[in-house]
C-alpha cells in the first residue's frame, strides 16, 4: 500500500467569502484556473486540484495507492474574525468531500484555528463527515503551537483519535524574500523549524498525550540537521531554552515527517534522526515544486532496507491514520 500523506486540493469555484481581497477562483478554461487575492494572482492551478478522475489517473500512472488529501493553506482564513473562518472552514471542508469520494481519496478538513472551542467543534463535524484528521498550519499571526488555545485543540485532536498534519503557511516578506521564490525555498522551511522548535522547547509535548498522532510537512523543515544545535542550547542555556522537561532529543518519536527532500542525502538524515517509523511519503501534488514522479525518492534510496522502503512508502502513514 503506497500512501501520499501531503497532497492538497482546491475547489473548481466556491461561494464569495465577503471580504476585500478573499480568495476567488478566475476559470480560464475547463482545465485551468487562477486563484485571486482580490485582484492579485496568487496561484494557476489545474484540473489535477479539483478532478477526482484526473487526480486518481495521475496516482495510478505514479504507482499511489491512497493519498491524504487537504486545504490549500491560503484558505485557512485564520487572520479574519472567527465566525468568518468557520463559514469558509464549513464552505471548504463540504466541498473536499466531494472531491474526495473515492475511497482512495483521505480528506482532512480545516479548522477556525483563532479560537479553540470553534475549532474544536468544527473538528468533530467534519470526523463524523466523512474526514479522517485535520491540517492546520504553522501558527496563527504570532501565536506558535505552544499557544493555550493551540494547545487545547492537539489535546482535543488527540482525545477523538484525530491525525494533525501541520503545514507552513504566512511566511515572512520583505525586498530578500520576493526573488528567486524565496519565500517558498526559505521560508516555508523556516517557519516549519520554527514550529517543531515551539512543539518542544515550548513544552506541548508534555502536556499533550502520546497519543497525538502529528506530522510535519516539507521533511519538517531543517530540524534534523539542526537538532544538535538545539540540544546543546537546551543544556548550555537551559535559563533561556529549558522550557520543556527534557531535552529535545527525548521526543524524537512523539511526532513524524513527510519525505519532500528530494535529495537522497537529506532524506538519510531524516531517517537517521526521526527513525524509520518517524518518516512518510509526502509529494505536495499537485503543486508544481512537488515531487514527480510520487515516491521515486524512496524508491531509488539505496541505504534503505526493504523493510524500511515498505515503511515510509505506506506503513508508517496506515499507523498515522489509525487504519
Not at 123 to 146: K, P, S
Not at 169 to 175: L, N, Q
Not at 234 to 263: A, T
Request: hydrophobic share 45%; glycine share 10%; with cysteine.
Amino acid at each position: 500500500m503506497i500512501i501520499d500523506v501531503h497532497t492538497h486540493h482546491v475547489p473548481r469555484g466556491w461561494p464569495e467569502l465577503g471580504w476585500p481581497g478573499a480568495p476567488r477562483l478566475r476559470i480560464d478554461s475547463e482545465r485551468e484556473a487562477v486563484i485571486l487575492l482580490g485582484d492579485r494572482e496568487f496561484r494557476r492551478i489545474a484540473d489535477d486540484c479539483w478532478s477526482p478522475s484526473v487526480r486518481l489517473e495521475r496516482m495510478d500512472a505514479d504507482g499511489v495507492d491512497v493519498q491524504v488529501v487537504s486545504p490549500t493553506p491560503v484558505f485557512f482564513s485564520y487572520e479574519r474574525p472567527a465566525a468568518e473562518a468557520v463559514r469558509v472552514a464549513r464552505v471548504f471542508n463540504d466541498l473536499a468531500l466531494e472531491i474526495c469520494a473515492s475511497e482512495r481519496l483521505v480528506p482532512f478538513c480545516q479548522v477556525p484555528l483563532q479560537d479553540p472551542d470553534l475549532a474544536c467543534a468544527e473538528l468533530d463535524r467534519c470526523l463524523a463527515a466523512g474526514h479522517a484528521g485535520v491540517e492546520i498550519g504553522n501558527h496563527v499571526g504570532d501565536r506558535d503551537l505552544d499557544d493555550e488555545g493551540i494547545v487545547q485543540f492537539l489535546q482535543h485532536c488527540a482525545s477523538v483519535g484525530a491525525p494533525v498534519f501541520v503545514h507552513p503557511w504566512d511566511m515572512a516578506g520583505g525586498p530578500r524574500l520576493e526573488r528567486w521564490m524565496a519565500r517558498w525555498l526559505v521560508g516555508m522551511p523556516a517557519e516549519t523549524h520554527l514550529s517543531v522548535l515551539a512543539l518542544i522547547l515550548g513544552g506541548v509535548l508534555d502536556r499533550v498525550p502520546e497519543t497525538l498522532r502529528l506530522c510535519f510537512a516539507h521533511g519538517g523543515g531543517s530540524f534534523a540537521f539542526w537538532l544538535g544545535r538545539f540540544e546543546n542550547a537546551w543544556h548550555r542555556r537551559n535559563d533561556l531554552v529549558g522550557v520543556s522537561e527534557f531535552p529535545p532529543s527525548h521526543y524524537l518519536g512523539r511526532f513524524s515527517v513527510d519525505s519532500v527532500v528530494f535529495d537522497e542525502r537529506a532524506l538519510r538524515l531524516l531517517v537517521d534522526t526521526m527513525g524509520e517509523d518517524g518518516v512518510m511519503l509526502g509529494s505536495d501534488f499537485p503543486y508544481p515544486l512537488g515531487e514527480s514522479p510520487v515516491g521515486s525518492l524512496i524508491r531509488r534510496a539505496g541505504f534503505l532496507s526493504d523493510t524500511a522502503r515498505v515503511k515510509l512508502l505506506g506503513g508508517n502513514a496506515t499507523r498515522f491514520l489509525g487504519r
